[in-house]
């Protein structure tokens, strides 16, 4: 069965630091690869997807994910975040199907 | 405007009383999904809909019961609503079954006292 872990709770940055959220799930294939963003109050946001190609994935706002295949991977990452990046940000994986499985989330919080 | 409307936003019941939940979207999407969101676990899969009057139980259909009579609108119903009921409800819609990227509306809060 897929599964979908993110090590990460919560991580605190400075404003303008980089930023790594890890994500690693188990799929025996290649999977589709999603990063989805919820603010406050929000539903969730789609930040970017891998389906095939370039591992390497940009999305909105300066955020982009890498997709390792060895490691099963696809950690998202930010040059230089911002206040207002402050969210929940969530790891998914699909077949291919009607079926998503998401990890628990990563809290983030960026501070002045 | 591609968007996904839930109602309402915020609902408390009582244990036992029976509860809906309704989900729009305007984008003739063929897939809707009905998830619940607990603190530490994510978002789990509780019914998914192909398209009108075929749903498809998910991970955590036990409690639950949904309706789509019109491709824009997903119901979720509980009968008889209990206490570990209470959580955030998101509906979400995609293209088609294996088109990616779900569209997720802003979630119901119920609680159930």
């Given at each position: 069965?897929?599964?979908?872990?993110q090590?990460?709770?919560?991580?605190?940055?400075?404003?303008?630091?980089?930023?790594?959220?890890?994500?690693?799930?188990?799929?025996?294939g290649?999977p589709?690869?999603?990063?989805?963003v919820?603010?406050?109050?929000?539903?969730?946001?789609?930040?970017?997807?891998?389906y095939?190609g370039?591992p390497?994935?940009?999305?909105?706002?300066?955020?982009?994910?890498e997709?390792?295949?060895?490691?099963?991977?696809?950690h998202?990452?930010?040059?230089?975040v911002?206040?207002?990046d402050?969210?929940?940000y969530?790891?998914?994986?699909?077949?291919?199907?009607?079926k998503?499985?998401?990890?628990?989330?990563?809290?983030?919080?960026?501070?002045a | 405007?591609?968007k996904?409307?839930q109602m309402?936003?915020?609902?408390?019941k009582?244990m036992?009383?029976?509860?809906l939940?309704?989900?729009?979207q305007?984008?003739?999407?063929?897939?809707m999904?009905?998830?619940?969101?607990?603190?530490g676990?994510?978002?789990?899969?509780?019914?998914?809909?192909?398209?009108?009057?075929?749903?498809s139980?998910g991970?955590?259909?036990?409690?639950?019961?949904v309706?789509?009579?019109?491709?824009?609108?997903?119901?979720l119903?509980?009968?008889?609503?209990?206490?570990?009921?209470?959580?955030?409800y998101?509906c979400?819609?995609?293209?088609?079954?294996n088109?990616?990227q779900?569209y997720?509306?802003?979630?119901?809060?119920?609680?159930?006292?």
């Amino acid at each position: 069965a897929q599964s979908v872990t993110q090590p990460d709770a919560r991580v605190t940055v400075s404003e303008g630091a980089s930023l790594q959220l890890r994500c690693k799930y188990s799929y025996s294939g290649t999977p589709y690869l999603f990063w989805y963003v919820q603010y406050p109050r929000q539903g969730l946001q789609l930040l970017l997807k891998y389906y095939s190609g370039d591992p390497v994935v940009q999305g909105v706002n300066g955020f982009e994910a890498e997709f390792i295949k060895s490691n099963s991977s696809f950690h998202l990452r930010k040059a230089s975040v911002h206040w207002s990046d402050s969210a929940v940000y969530f790891c998914a994986v699909s077949e291919g199907n009607y079926k998503y499985v998401f990890g628990a989330g990563t809290r983030l919080k960026v501070i002045a | 405007d591609m968007k996904v409307t839930q109602m309402p936003r915020y609902l408390i019941k009582r244990m036992g009383e029976n509860v809906l939940l309704e989900c729009g979207q305007d984008m003739s999407h063929e897939t809707m999904y009905w998830y619940r969101q607990d603190p530490g676990l994510g978002l789990q899969l509780i019914y998914i809909s192909y398209d009108v009057d075929s749903n498809s139980e998910g991970d955590i259909p036990k409690g639950y019961r949904v309706s789509r009579k019109k491709r824009e609108h997903f119901s979720l119903i509980l009968d008889s609503a209990k206490t570990n009921q209470t959580s955030v409800y998101f509906c979400a819609s995609s293209l088609s079954i294996n088109t990616g990227q779900l569209y997720f509306g802003e979630g119901s809060k119920l609680t159930v006292l």
